[in-house]
């Protein structure tokens, strides 16, 4: 049997971009839907599970998950074709991207950073290898590597000591008991207020919402709970994070498999989910704590789940108050679980897919083989 399709060990760094872009579900859409691909694959989430989940087809979805594991981060750019043909040699765009790469103090210009015509005018006139480049040229070249106008930013590395026992974990568990591992996570903070978001309208006639961004209702969190085995979700909607609230979730989660065999729950750190009596009742109901690493909440599979969540139920909302919100996120549920492809009908559909293959390749053979 062929190994399933998954995505590689993601690093802290690509961890933590892939999280920033779907959660804040804003720029390309090919890239969000990538974006949501990885880390709904880095979770443990099969490829059909993936495949509802972004509505694509199942070869895209391995398509996406093989030039991330080439490629990285680059591979969830669109690749755009077109242009007139290069003007500036290869050894002259290193040089130029060598350049903008280097803060100007340390080649003895007056300024902290680079503007595209300061770079363009070094180029030409102060550089040790003279460049004639345009700035329209000179944006190109460095929109093509990956040099953009960006703000200077901190970053977060997972210090935990224990990281790659912890990812060990849980792709092991993911990958062994598929139907008794469980993710939990709040998403939040759910707030009253007109939210701004995308949809099909008329050509230049869009959807409009009310100016008002009074918060007047409080915040929510949504306490999520996510079969990984069965691509379930489910949750309830809190004030605030507590650990009496995680700890009903937990029991929520072991009341979807009363057999009292152990059950594996993935959730992060917060100190709202680990304390001494949830350690308690989890050793005496056989409920194993896979915690992510420190800043590697990516892990968790459920994060992906909560992409369309933001996407068609908060994005471009209007909620007059968390009730009216709260049965609007509970209808969503109940209509994703209820589209959500059985396990069995799952598998059925691989059967079918590898006796055609098997067949095909019976049928027409290899050209080496056939030769012989």
């Not at 953009?148 to 000591?161: A, I, Y």
């Amino acid at each position: 049997m062929a190994d399933l399709v998954r995505v590689r060990r993601l690093s802290d760094q690509e961890g933590q971009q892939l999280l920033r872009i779907t959660r804040r579900g804003t720029g390309s859409p090919i890239r969000l839907r990538r974006a949501m691909v990885v880390l709904a694959s880095a979770g443990g989430n099969t490829v059909p599970a993936i495949a509802r989940l972004v509505q694509a087809d199942e070869d895209t979805i391995r398509q996406v998950i093989h030039r991330f594991n080439e490629m990285g981060m680059a591979s969830l750019d669109p690749q755009w074709a077109g242009g007139r043909p290069r003007q500036i040699s290869s050894d002259e765009e290193q040089f130029i991207v060598e350049r903008a790469n280097t803060r100007p103090e340390k080649l003895g210009r007056p300024f902290i950073r680079w503007s595209v015509r300061k770079l363009a005018d070094h180029l030409r006139v102060h550089s040790t290898r003279r460049v004639r480049v345009g700035r329209e040229r000179l944006r190109q070249i460095l929109h093509r590597h990956r040099i953009t106008f960006q703000r200077t930013k901190t970053w977060k590395e997972s210090t935990d000591p224990h990281r790659d026992a912890k990812l060990a974990r849980i792709e092991y568990v993911s990958s062994h008991f598929p139907q008794r591992v469980f993710a939990f996570d709040e998403f939040g903070p759910l707030v009253i207020r007109p939210q701004a978001g995308t949809g099909w309208a008329p050509a230049g006639h869009a959807h409009r919402l009310p100016a008002n961004y009074h918060k007047l209702h409080g915040v929510r969190q949504f306490h999520g709970c996510y079969c990984v085995g069965d691509d379930q979700l489910w949750g309830v909607v809190r004030r605030r994070k507590s650990a009496a609230n995680t700890l009903t979730a937990l029991k929520s989660i072991r009341a979807a498999r009363p057999d009292g065999a152990p059950i594996y729950v993935i959730l992060d750190n917060l100190s709202a989910h680990k304390g001494s009596k949830i350690r308690r009742w989890a050793a005496r109901n056989k409920v194993e704590l896979c915690f992510t690493p420190t800043y590697a909440s990516w892990a968790n599979p459920i994060e992906a789940q909560f992409g369309p969540l933001r996407t068609f139920v908060i994005a471009g909302s209007n909620h007059p108050n968390h009730p009216a919100l709260t049965r609007k996120l509970q209808t969503y549920l109940r209509w994703r679980n209820a589209n959500a492809r059985h396990p069995d009908v799952l598998a059925a559909q691989r059967r079918e897919r590898a006796r055609i293959r098997s067949e095909r390749q019976r049928r027409w053979g290899q050209p080496a083989t056939r030769a012989a």
